[in-house]
């Protein structure tokens, strides 16, 4: 299995429960290979980031969940599924790689997708991503500092460029940060003797012509209409094209400084697929056939390979001819049945075709704000919130992190929201490497 994160541990649970006992034997074994040692439940990010959650608790270590199988904390590099071979990387990242060889009877590639960058001159040098929870906690202690920074400064200008958040990407990631972050800057100002929440600007910057496109339109729309309600400034149709020395160029002609830049334009599916022998579509996705088996010559299944999640192109039931999204719902139900028809095809059974349940959407926009779909129809405000918060708790992996990020926001609602910034935890040897450079 290549990849431990949504589809990868779903899967995994499924497959080692059905071959307890065969795993017990030795006759069959499930490796799964994943660079991080735990899943991370993307959802639940944005919470980490505002504090409402912490950050350990919206990851699953991968060996205490799937004590049956064989966790490698490592990287594949290659597969050749022809001559049914892997290549894995286990080097620390930044070492030279150290390769080896896997062999397989079946693979189940659930890679997920990276973060698209574009070249725009001064991303890389003051670009911060949200992806991963550590990218999460750094946001969260790079905005609060803006807000001490701000407050204590006493030029003009600088005050201005630290209390401009510029989010570009109107995704899951870039709409569900700004709006839980903006909610929590909004609270912490409350602190501060000279900063009030009208002195706060948040920017947000999408080039098509509407946000959240893994979701409805209906949604979608009712998203932009609870964002600029909040004053928050959204820019459809609109490009970055430049953020040197901190200067915001968006292609509409605006100009701004900002000191905090913040990208989530969009995802591609994981490089690894392009050093692979399966067939890629042309957004370089796995085609897949509804069983989930990778779609090989002439629309038949290519024996032993299995794909689930983004990076996976599988036809959507539900709209007419398209393909599924990458989102974390199509991602577990497609693992689900994967491992099924994986559990029946080595029984030589029937396989079932992907027909998920109606998929319900919702988005949190900040505490008790969300906005989400019902099969009644959409649902605003808190009660959007509390609906949002428990599909997540019920789909989040293992019982034992939903009862700790249960427990967060049980204490998040007992105390007020804890908004103290801790980035120094980020350079924790700057202090004693200061001491090195003092006079004797
Ligand atoms: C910030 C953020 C917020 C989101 N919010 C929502 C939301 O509210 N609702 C929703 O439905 N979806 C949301 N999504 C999307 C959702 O998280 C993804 O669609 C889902 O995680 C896809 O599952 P996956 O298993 O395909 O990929 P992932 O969960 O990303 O797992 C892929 C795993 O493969 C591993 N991997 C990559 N390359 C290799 C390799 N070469 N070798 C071995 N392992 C490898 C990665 O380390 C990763 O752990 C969000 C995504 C982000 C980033």
């Not at 030029?155 to 909610?183: C, I, S, W």
């Not at 991602?331 to 349940?357: F, I, K, S």
């Not at 428990?390 to 249960?406: C, I, K, N, W």
């Amino acid at each position: 299995m290549v990849g431990g994160g949504c589809a990868g541990m779903a899967a995994a649970l499924v497959l080692q429960q059905a071959l307890a006992p065969r795993l017990r034997t030795g006759d069959a074994e499930i490796t799964v290979v994943e660079p991080q040692p735990y899943l991370t439940y993307h959802p639940l990010l944005a919470e980490v980031a505002a504090g409402s959650i912490d950050p350990r608790h919206v990851v699953v270590p991968l060996r205490k969940v799937l004590p049956h199988c064989r966790v490698l904390t490592a990287r594949i590099t290659r597969i050749d599924h022809a001559g049914r071979t892997a290549q894995v990387d286990t080097a620390p990242r930044g070492a030279a790689a150290e390769p080896a060889e896997l062999a397989y009877d079946h693979l189940i590639l659930t890679p997920g997708s990276v973060s698209r960058t574009d070249p725009v001159p001064g991303l890389a040098d003051h670009g911060l991503g949200f992806g991963s929870v550590g990218e999460a906690v750094a946001l969260r202690n790079h905005v609060l500092e803006q807000l001490d920074l701000a407050s204590s400064t006493r030029d003009p200008e600088l005050r201005q460029a630290a209390l401009t958040f510029l989010f570009v990407g109107a995704g899951y990631a870039g709409v569900g940060a700004l709006a839980e972050l903006e909610d929590m800057a909004r609270y912490a100002v409350r602190g501060y003797h000279n900063l009030t929440a009208d002195d706060l600007r948040w920017v947000l910057v999408e080039a098509t012509d509407r946000i959240l496109p893994q979701e409805s339109a209906d949604l979608a729309a009712h998203t932009l209409a609870e964002l600029r309600e909040r004053s928050i400034d959204v820019h459809l149709g609109t490009t970055l094209e430049s953020a040197v020395d901190r200067v915001m160029a968006l292609s509409d002609g605006s100009r701004f400084a900002a000191r905090t830049l913040v990208w989530t334009a969009g995802v591609r599916p994981a490089p690894l697929l392009r050093d692979t022998d399966l067939p890629l579509d042309p957004t370089g996705r796995v085609r897949c056939l509804p069983t989930l088996q990778v779609r090989g010559p002439g629309g038949t299944p290519l024996a032993g390979a299995w794909a689930a999640g983004d990076c996976a192109a599988v036809p959507d039931p539900a709209a007419d001819g398209a393909l599924c999204a990458p989102n974390a719902q199509h991602a577990l139900a497609q693992a689900r049945l994967l491992a099924e028809n994986l559990l029946a095809d080595l029984d030589h059974g029937a396989l079932a075709a992907y027909r998920p349940e109606r998929i319900h959407c919702s988005t949190s926009l900040g505490l008790g704000r969300a906005v989400a779909h019902t099969r009644r129809g959409r649902l605003t405000g808190r009660r959007a919130w509390w609906l949002h918060r428990a599909r997540h708790l019920r789909r989040l992996p293992s019982l034992d992190r939903r009862v700790r990020v249960f427990t967060d926001w049980l204490l998040g609602g007992l105390f007020s929201r804890e908004v103290v910034s801790l980035g120094t935890v980020e350079h924790p040897r700057a202090e004693f490497e200061s001491g090195f450079l003092e006079r004797p």
